[in-house]
């Protein structure tokens, strides 16, 4: 039987860049090329040459490796060149097209690419973030990215949403309950139980990207009314970002010496889930998740979870206060040092819950559940 072939569109992929999307797409893909004929199309991340084989899958260039970000936020230039790099896709072979909607141009003109070509579009909307967001994000811009997303999200055959809190916003958008389909994120159980534990992790760590809506410095602040209550509770910061600077300076400020320690972006998988597993809690207070894949695998590593309580939080899907979590509904440095005290003092009882939490997402079903989504 000839095997469907499945063509994955992102400006960003592994093993090139790191995040929540870049995750999602390379578990699915190395569990569905046994059974696809898969292939990635990006930016040229690898230098020279259009193609690169990653792990058995084929990657091949759409464009130049162009800068995504400039400071804190999306590059326009680059969202309007990779846009336009993907109507090469016109002359390249798929039966079906995915790509993810990550920074929404591409999909105005992967839909012209697929009408052209008479193939099915399925995009994976991770969040919306509506027309208010937009204008924080990008100002004045921000009024013609929120009617792009808007437009944007009536055009593909098939979307696919992370959370089902993201789902009921894209329904509520276009109206169609029939095209969209909550489809989790997943852990790899099997590599977390091999993990060791990291012999120096600190008690409470944060991983992600260092960008402002992470809100990271909040953690800090609260690291420090905590150094002053004389408590004796170390952080660990993992990950990279446009803010990690200004965070950096904010704890030296603050005195917290070596309470807190910025690892930066750890070589492996691996490591950061050695750090994990040496910790206590897990706190990440974004107020702008599509998921949250970092705090499913921090609680089946057996930590309980800080987050913030915020509606654009869909972590809060597998999230539960006082149950595997705590769950903080302000930033004031009081609140969320007393949830961390909280959590700590509490950490058998949530820790038992978050791991049972955990159990019930793994990558291997979340393939299969795609592999319907694909099918004809």
């Known amino acids: 039987m000839t095997k469907i072939r499945l063509a994955v569109v992102s400006d960003a992929v592994k093993p090139f860049h790191d995040g929540g999307k870049e995750t999602r797409i390379d578990e699915i893909i190395k569990r569905l090329g046994r059974d696809l004929d898969v292939e990635v199309h990006t930016m040229r991340w690898w230098g020279t040459g259009g193609r690169k084989d990653v792990a058995g899958i084929r990657h091949r260039a759409l464009c130049r490796l162009h800068p995504m970000y400039r400071g804190e936020r999306r590059a326009l230039p680059q969202a309007l060149l990779f846009a336009a790099a993907t109507f090469r896709m016109l002359f390249r072979r798929f039966d079906v097209l995915e790509a993810d909607a990550v920074p929404v141009l591409q999909i105005f003109t992967l839909r012209l690419v697929t009408w052209v070509r008479r193939r099915p579009l399925v995009v994976t909307w991770h969040e919306v973030w509506g027309a208010a967001y937009w204008r924080q994000y990008l100002g004045r811009l921000g009024v013609l990215a929120g009617l792009a997303e808007k437009l944007a999200l009536g055009l593909p055959d098939r979307i696919v949403c992370p959370s089902e809190g993201t789902a009921v916003r894209v329904r509520e958008a276009i109206g169609d ?200």
């Not at 800090?220 to 002053?228: K, S």
């Not at 750090?275 to 998921?291: I, M, N, P």
């Not at 609140?335 to 939490?357: C, F, G, N, W, Y």
């Open 177 to 376: 309950q029939k095209s969209v389909v909550v489809v989790p994120n997943g852990i790899d159980l099997d590599q977390i139980a091999a993990a060791p534990v990291a012999p120096s992790a600190a008690d409470v760590v944060f991983v992600g990207r260092l960008i402002a809506h992470k809100n990271v410095d909040a953690l800090i602040r609260a690291m420090a009314l905590l150094h002053r209550d004389g408590s004796a509770t170390t952080c660990a910061v993992i990950g990279g970002g446009p803010e990690e600077q200004r965070l950096a300076a904010l704890a030296t400020e603050l005195g917290l010496g070596d309470r807190v320690r910025f690892l930066g972006r750890l070589p492996s998988s691996g490591e950061v889930l050695a750090q994990l597993k040496g910790a206590a809690v897990f706190c990440s207070l974004s107020e702008r998740e599509g998921f949250g894949i970092a705090a499913l695998e921090a609680m089946a590593c057996g930590l309980p979870v800080i987050a913030y309580d915020h509606p654009d939080n869909h972590a809060r899907t597998f999230l539960a206060d006082d149950v595997n979590c705590r769950l903080v509904t302000d930033l004031e440095p009081r609140t969320v040092a007393d949830a961390i005290r909280d959590a700590i003092r509490d950490r058998a009882r949530l820790s038992a819950a978050a791991r049972e939490t955990a159990r019930a997402y793994s990558w291997d079903a979340v393939a299969a559940s795609m592999a319907q989504v694909y099918a004809p």
